[in-house]
C-alpha cells in the first residue's frame, strides 16, 4: 500500500482492509509526504496513526513519498492537484534522513529488524527473493515488464501485454531489453548491490574496490567487520552516494 496524499486515518483504513484480504500483510510504509511537520511524520509511524505497527505485518518497505503526477495507468495520481504542483516544499535531504532515523528506532523498537535499506522484517520473515537479487543471485521472471537475470545476462520483458500475448502464440519469445554483463560490472553490482542488506558483503567481494571501501570507512560511511563490509546507519540513509563513489572507479579506468 503506498499513501501519497491521504490522511493518516485513510491510510489506516487502507492497511486494515489490505491485512483482511491476506494472512501475510505487505504494506509500503511511505515516511514522509511533503508538508509534513515532524509530529504529522512521527504520528504516521505511530500506533494510532497509520495502523502499520498495530497490523503486525512480517514484512515493511520504507521510502520516502514525493508527489507523483499519474499512476501506472497513466490517471491522474490520488490527490494530486496540478495547479499546486509548482508550490509543494519537499523535504530536505536532512528532513528525509530525519524521517528515516525516526521510522528505524521506531520500527526496530516494535520487533521489525532493517534488514535492508528500505525493508524491514520480523526475524525469519525477509523476502527470499529481494535477498536474492541483492546477493547477485540468478532468477527467471515471467509477464510483461518483468526480469531476470541468469550468469552474464539480463534481460527485462517490454511493457507490453497485446505484443508479449501475440509472441507467445507465435511459439516466439517475447520482446524484451537486453542488458549484457561483463565480470567486472557483475562483481561491482554484486558490491553495491550487496551493500543495500544489513549483513553487507564479504573481504573477497569487495576485493576490487577495496581502497575505495577503506575510503569510505573513513568517512563514516562503512563499517570494517573484520569479515567483510557493511553499511553503517549513516551510510545506510547514503547508499547512492556509496553506491556511485564504487560505481565511478570504473569510469575512471
Same mark, same amino acid.
Given at each position: ?12 483504513? &487502507? ?37 502499520? !505497527? ?9 521510502? !520516502? ?21 509548482n508550490q509543494i516544499n519537499l523535504l530536505s535531504e536532512d528532513e528525509e534522513i530525519e524521517t528515516l532515523d525516526l521510522a528505524q528506532n521506531i ?5 521489525? &529488524?532493517?534488514? $535492508? ?20 543471485? $540468478?532468477? !527467471? ?27 507467445? $502464440? ?6 524484451? $531489453? ?12 554484486? !558490491? ?45 540513509? &547514503? ?15
Amino acid at each position: 500500500i503506498s499513501v501519497y496524499a491521504l490522511t493518516s486515518e485513510e491510510g489506516s483504513r &487502507m492497511a486494515r482492509e489490505a491485512a483482511e484480504k491476506q494472512n501475510s500483510s505487505l504494506p509500503d510504509k511511505n515516511c514522509s509526504r511533503p508538508r509534513r511537520g515532524r509530529s504529522d511524520r512521527r504520528s504516521g509511524l505511530n500506533a494510532d496513526g497509520s495502523g502499520v !505497527i498495530p497490523l503486525r505485518p512480517n514484512r515493511l518497505a520504507q521510502g !520516502i513519498a514525493g508527489a507523483r503526477r499519474r499512476d501506472y495507468a497513466g490517471q491522474a495520481a490520488p490527490g494530486y492537484n496540478p495547479a499546486s504542483h509548482n508550490q509543494i516544499n519537499l523535504l530536505s535531504e536532512d528532513e528525509e534522513i530525519e524521517t528515516l532515523d525516526l521510522a528505524q528506532n521506531i520500527l526496530t523498537a516494535e520487533g521489525y &529488524m532493517h534488514y $535492508e535499506i528500505s525493508n524491514y522484517a520480523r526475524p525469519g520473515f525477509e523476502c527470499r527473493h529481494n535477498l536474492d537479487c541483492w546477493r547477485g543471485g $540468478e532468477y !527467471i521472471g515471467l509477464g510483461p515488464a518483468a526480469s531476470s537475470h541468469a550468469g552474464l545476462m539480463r534481460w527485462t520483458n517490454l511493457p507490453d501485454l497485446g505484443k508479449h500475448t501475440e509472441a507467445l $502464440e507465435r511459439g516466439d519469445d517475447p520482446p524484451r $531489453e537486453i542488458d549484457p554483463l561483463d565480470p567486472e560490472l557483475k562483481q561491482l553490482e554484486m !558490491i553495491v548491490f550487496g551493500l543495500r542488506i544489513a549483513e553487507g558483503i564479504s573481504k573477497a567481494t569487495g576485493r576490487i574496490r577495496e581502497e575505495k571501501l577503506r575510503e569510505l570507512c573513513r568517512e563514516g560511511l562503512v563499517a570494517d567487520t573484520g569479515e567483510g563490509w557493511r553499511l553503517s546507519r549513516r551510510g545506510f540513509f &547514503m547508499a547512492d552516494y556509496v553506491g556511485r563513489e564504487l560505481l565511478a572507479g570504473r569510469n575512471a579506468e
